[in-house]
């Protein structure tokens, strides 16, 4: 059952500038491009690169004045799913190079302060029943209130004021996750269930899984129980909102809005 | 003229825990590791992975009681070194896709606030000439005092109270650089003029160099003014010190003591 | 030459709810309040109490749904001048006891943090004309931008942005003053020079003055530079914007809205 | 019953520097100071001024060197004792002027963020039930780890790292109490119950009482469970701990230790 996407935004560039991109479905096993259009105003320069992990592409640009950007794609989800109460811890020694950055603190996931809470709060659970846990707990103890965050915005001032949007509740779920010594990392995404439909962001643990070489395998997380992970089609991944943002601009600029819309086709 | 590196450290783990090390002199085509000899106590698991960028190792372990670690290596710095005020800017979007990470906020270096002061303090600047500016800014405007900063320490708390050690210091010149639009990393390395000596720690960025293939290269720069870089040894590199601990425990542990000499030969 | 102020503003209590409220020229010796006119919704309970420092007063009040407050006034300034530049600084040991509270840190202004700094850049400066040289450093430094700070922002966040209304220039002021060990307070008042206009803030330092009991006395310090000491309406004093918000509602309440006049007469 | 109180310390002071102090026992009526006795050494400068609320002395000396201070007292506690679950709040319109600034934001106690959480946790009770269940809920969820915070921590960062010693106890028990509109300040004190014996630090909370003028009182509140209220001698009060040290040096200085010693007699 393909999914459709369809986004669209606009801004506006005071000079020639620099603009970072990353809002396409990535082409990686776990879900297929079905077929996918772009139209981007012409740029003096544009060029791509690959993204974290080899999962998506950056786009660089550099332009000026008014740009806008046309997104089309349709994406068959193919991911393996697991019963992630039913998976096991990795022991840190057991995880794989690639893996260890995501263990480490980031710039919106001060993990380690928060090591003595989630000892007391989830201490008798392990591996994926932990994790279960902890994305309940968020999803229980947290509301989701648009506007109630910014870009400086950390997990910890989330764990404070208990609300926030996507990227609030996936730091918050990162930083759990990372404070049990489980790899954990920030997913941006497309999904249909997204109320009001925009970009969005989940949360994704590295556990184990004795069929996949290497004994583990990612797995996604969303406190904000609005992504369905079968129905989930992945932009990119980064340590927290820092590294994933679909826009990031070197230079004055105005954004003009957006739109996207994502369907479950048939 | 090689360097002679010799470091000890012991610590006591209280129950079977895991211990993530990362303290040997990295094979890089930079240095040449003449000859290295490491003894550690023997451990019930001991893997080697390697580390972020592909610099160095990282060592996992599992282990419990006291544990000790002695290492003694000869390393030859074989840098090519550039004059670093003549080198130009990257733009952007000319960056390859393993710098990019780089550019981003982390842990420890909140940058994107800083871009007004690093426009009102060095716009009148640009590239090699703008970073050895930051440089010696830190250079004069801070205090390295020993026991100023502990692990919460970020580059927003340094740069308000202008003191620091060798990781603080790093980490102000990581910011500001970034704050520019110019990736940067953070160092842990062995040099010589460290006093008192003990691991160390520089900030690296990329700038352009046209002798090379994708146009840029990583160049050091230490504000704290003890570390040459004809005579840096490089252990590993990260986005901040939250990537390069020498030593991470998982588990209830306690550090013990650590020796470190580094000089040079002849 | 009296100044003519008018001020309205509207807001919506969903439910019964409290409202403190703090927005009249206070009736203090170095400002005479010629005729005052304030007319407010009928509300349950309102009564008035004494606000910090015996400097005007707050209002409390209990109502429910939509609020109005209609207030005019004329007030003659009388306050003595004094060249700041040429007055010394009270030693702490000479600081009478109600001045001491504003040598402390508060909410907003961490001010132990900045005295490497504030050594650095003004020790060479003492009484009055260091306190002339941190509003000069403050005003070259930063930039009005409307916006750009929030409820949440402190004097630290404002010094690494270098930017803010305001609020966040006296933040930084009173900041600066604190780490030489000069009392410093924020007033809330009005302004004829304020644009647009609206309310308004400025910090307020306490210098030594032998023609005064006690020994010294505040004076008015506006980085801004909008707000003329000698046409500065004060309406209350606090340790910093968390003690004299105009406003401050206990329930649930949305703002709807306000307008500002503040004229000279003649 | 007598509490019996002695208190040394030792501070030198590099060239002539000024010091504010408070560690006396505060002559109020709640506690009789039976007798007191202290020595000092002689001093170029020496004055008392009231502290805050009027609750006990500052003092203000002025030396150079090597300083000590012995103090001893007797005092007779003779507070009124309330069972606190039994007190109803006071609505904020009810508040008395000298209540109001404990319900703001001060420098270690951020209570504004915390309103979601305390609405979601203790919004089931009113008055001096949710007093109380706050007081236990740090209780339990706390660990007392000596040197785990310092003199930058604040009760967001207790509030996520979920330990601290009596200051940040109280700092977390001020922020809970002021996010419910219940005003809240920082008692600093000697209690024999103190383990290992030093100065300690509780909270107070301002509640109805029908029995007396104004319609409310202050009740002490150890959410480390130290210190009996029966037997706990106040020496100041502040916002928070920025406003009671019981030492601050204005210059550079060396403390050189205290001790404490705090008995019931007979």
């Given at each position: 059952?393909?999914?459709d996407?369809?986004?669209?935004?606009t801004?506006?560039?005071n000079g020639?500038s620099?603009v970072l991109?990353q809002?396409?479905?990535?082409a990686?096993p776990?879900?297929e491009?079905?077929s996918c259009?772009c139209?981007?105003?012409?740029?003096?320069?544009?060029?791509?690169?690959?993204?974290?992990?080899?999962?998506?592409?950056r786009?660089?640009?550099?332009?000026?004045g008014?740009?806008?950007i046309?997104?089309?794609?349709q994406v068959e989800?193919?991911?393996?799913?697991?019963?992630?109460?039913?998976?096991?811890?990795?022991?840190?020694h057991d995880l794989?190079?690639e893996?260890?950055?995501?263990l480490?603190?980031?710039r919106?996931?001060p993990a380690d302060?928060f090591q003595?809470?989630?000892?007391?709060?989830?201490?008798?659970l392990?591996?994926g029943k932990r994790m279960?846990?902890m994305r309940?707990?968020?999803s229980e103890n947290f509301?989701y209130?648009?506007?109630?965050?910014d870009?400086?915005?950390?997990?910890?001032d989330?764990?404070?004021?208990r609300?926030g949007?996507?990227?609030?509740y996936a730091?918050?779920?990162?930083?759990?996750?990372?404070?049990?010594a489980?790899?954990?990392?920030f997913?941006s995404?497309?999904?249909?269930?997204?109320?009001?439909?925009?970009?969005h962001a989940?949360?994704?643990?590295?556990?184990?899984d004795?069929?996949i070489?290497?004994?583990?395998a990612w797995h996604?997380?969303?406190a904000?129980g609005?992504?369905?992970?079968a129905e989930?089609?992945?932009?990119?991944?980064?340590?927290d909102?820092a590294?994933?943002?679909?826009?990031?601009t070197f230079?004055p600029?105005m954004?003009e809005g957006?739109t996207v819309s994502?369907?479950?086709i048939?």
């Amino acid at each position: 059952m393909p999914i459709d996407i369809a986004a669209s935004f606009t801004f506006s560039l005071n000079g020639p500038s620099d603009v970072l991109l990353q809002f396409e479905a990535a082409a990686i096993p776990e879900q297929e491009v079905l077929s996918c259009d772009c139209t981007m105003t012409e740029a003096a320069h544009l060029a791509r690169i690959p993204a974290q992990d080899n999962i998506g592409e950056r786009i660089w640009l550099r332009s000026e004045g008014q740009y806008q950007i046309d997104y089309k794609a349709q994406v068959e989800v193919k991911r393996l799913l697991a019963e992630i109460e039913n998976l096991g811890r990795l022991e840190p020694h057991d995880l794989p190079g690639e893996a260890v950055q995501y263990l480490f603190d980031s710039r919106y996931c001060p993990a380690d302060r928060f090591q003595p809470f989630v000892e007391a709060e989830f201490g008798h659970l392990s591996g994926g029943k932990r994790m279960i846990a902890m994305r309940d707990w968020v999803s229980e103890n947290f509301a989701y209130v648009p506007g109630s965050s910014d870009a400086t915005t950390t997990a910890a001032d989330s764990f404070i004021e208990r609300r926030g949007i996507c990227r609030d509740y996936a730091h918050v779920m990162i930083t759990l996750a990372r404070a049990s010594a489980v790899p954990a990392r920030f997913v941006s995404c497309y999904a249909p269930g997204v109320t009001p439909q925009d970009f969005h962001a989940v949360a994704e643990v590295f556990l184990a899984d004795e069929t996949i070489p290497g004994g583990g395998a990612w797995h996604i997380l969303d406190a904000t129980g609005m992504a369905d992970p079968a129905e989930t089609v992945k932009i990119g991944v980064g340590r927290d909102a820092a590294d994933v943002s679909f826009m990031t601009t070197f230079g004055p600029a105005m954004f003009e809005g957006k739109t996207v819309s994502v369907q479950k086709i048939g």
